[in-house]
């Protein structure tokens, strides 16, 4: 389910709670792509979201945002696009 855990902080020009249905909303379709989630969550004293998926293609979480069929949705959800901040690491493992 991914070989690479990928972290997205993001700024929110609308309540957590609104981003946040429709980040789970969107599970499916993410999925479908390859990315698959593994938490998100508010930003303490600031109004950002920050979440983690795992992907074998981490290109494939930029790509996602900046989808132009993509981008109307993602904005009315409160995500300020331009704002990410993308960290990539290699998949956590036991041991």
Do not use: K
Not at 7 to 22: F, G, I, K, M, S
Not at 25 to 44: K, L
Not at 63 to 72: E, F, H, L, V
Request: hydrophobic residues 40%; glycine residues 8%.
């Amino acid at each position: 389910m991914g070989r690479f855990l990928v972290v997205v902080t993001l700024r929110l020009d609308r309540p957590y709670a609104h981003w946040q249905d429709r980040f789970d909303a969107d599970r499916g379709p993410r999925e479908s792509v390859g990315i698959f989630d593994v938490f998100r969550a508010a930003v303490v004293g600031e109004q950002s979201a920050i979440y983690a998926v795992r992907t074998d293609n981490p290109r494939l979480i930029h790509d996602y945002i900046y989808d132009p069929a993509m981008r109307p949705a993602i904005a009315e959800s409160g995500f300020v696009i331009g704002s990410e901040r993308i960290v990539v690491s290699e998949e956590l493992t036991d041991g």
